[in-house]
């Protein structure tokens, strides 16, 4: 197996050490922009958007700055090869509007990485809402930790995150928590925004956001933050008959009604996401099967955050 990787940072060596992990045997070809980027150990640099045809790749990795999706979907498609883009898909209306005017249907299946659906706890919770039903009246869902600490060893203040002109605020860069609430329940019929530039970290982007969702018969509220130093992430769903919490840093899902703990995870780590969504992915690609999270989904959950 190739794969081609475009914009070789820290999310794509993740998905590349979960895909060797997956098949040890797989040639991982990087797309780098600088003749001088430094060698990779098991990792081929090319450095030409020319003749890569040639490699007949398994599959395409998009994992640049998410200002440079729109042009690198553009040129890789012409490969005739599933693409994986990471999340977000897009970075702002302009994009939107171009990609929609220009490319609509893609000839090739792409797939938006959101690993988040992936995740144990809402794996259960799908399955479990699915099946224990009962009215929800308010969803809440947080998400908030320290941006420095995010990447060790790395200046916060250069990397896409904090830069607005690289597609980075926080509103779009945890988009996790409004795409796994829309994997969930659905999209809702209207959003609300609030991003704004709160605290004193030394980036150009929003580190503050807070998005309402509005669904017949009740509302989603989502908080998003940089600037957390203890890291809290958390879903809250309060129904008729019961409360369910979900903490998904600890993996765990209670009914806070009767305190009973109705899901843990092991040992959670987020390689466990990663693995079983690029488990999804080749299954779609060996199977001919359209992924989930098109571009036009991806498309819709983007306009309800931005």
């Known amino acids: 197996m190739k794969v081609l990787v475009v914009g070789f940072g820290s999310i794509a060596k993740k998905h590349i050490e979960?895909?060797?992990?997956?098949?040890?045997?797989v040639d991982v070809f990087a797309l780098r922009s600088s003749k001088h980027a430094s060698k990779i150990p098991g990792v081929t640099n090319l450095f030409e958007w020319g003749g890569l045809e040639e490699h007949d790749f398994h599959f395409v990795l998009i994992a640049s700055p998410s200002s440079l999706h729109l042009e690198h979907i553009s040129k890789l498609t012409s490969?005739?090869?599933?693409?994986?883009?990471?999340?977000?898909?897009?970075?702002?209306?302009?994009?939107?509007?171009?990609?929609?005017?220009?490319?609509?249907?893609?000839?090739?299946?792409?797939?938006?990485?959101?690993?988040?659906?992936?995740?144990?706890?809402?794996?259960?919770?799908?399955?479990?809402?699915?099946?224990?039903?009962?009215?929800?009246?308010?969803?809440?869902?947080?998400?908030g930790s320290y941006l420095p600490n995010w990447r060790p060893g790395v200046d916060y203040r250069e990397v896409y995150s904090s830069r607005a002109d690289m597609g980075g605020g926080v509103h779009i860069d945890l988009i996790h928590e409004p795409d796994y609430l829309i994997y969930l329940f659905g999209m809702p019929v209207s959003s609300q925004i609030n991003n704004r530039k709160v605290s004193t970290l030394e980036i150009t982007s929003c580190d503050s956001s807070n998005i309402l969702f509005q669904y017949e018969g009740f509302q989603a509220q989502i908080i998003l933050n940089y600037y957390r130093r203890d890291p809290k992430r958390t879903l809250e769903i309060v129904r008729e008959k019961d409360t369910i919490f979900v903490d998904l840093i600890a993996?765990?899902?209670?009914?806070?009604?009767?305190?009973?703990?109705?899901?843990?995870?092991?040992?959670?780590?987020?390689?466990?996401?990663?693995?079983?969504?690029?488990?999804y992915f080749l299954n779609c690609i060996d199977k001919g099967i359209e992924p989930m999270n098109s571009p036009s989904e991806a498309i819709e959950i983007l306009k309800h955050v931005l």
């Not at 979960?18 to 045997?25: D, G, N, S």
């Not at 305190?259 to 969504?277: D, G, H, I, M």
């Open 18 to 25: 979960v895909l060797r992990e997956i098949e040890p045997k």
């Open 251 to 279: 993996s765990k899902v209670y009914d806070t009604n009767s305190n009973e703990l109705l899901f843990e995870e092991p040992n959670p780590t987020v390689f466990t996401s990663y693995k079983q969504q690029l488990l």
């Open 79 to 143: 490969l005739g090869k599933p693409i994986m883009v990471e999340k977000p898909m897009l970075m702002d209306k302009g994009q939107i509007s171009a990609f929609e005017k220009n490319m609509g249907k893609l000839d090739v299946p792409v797939y938006i990485a959101c690993n988040f659906r992936f995740h144990p706890s809402i794996v259960f919770l799908k399955e479990y809402l699915a099946k224990e039903k009962s009215k929800i009246n308010e969803v809440n869902a947080y998400c």
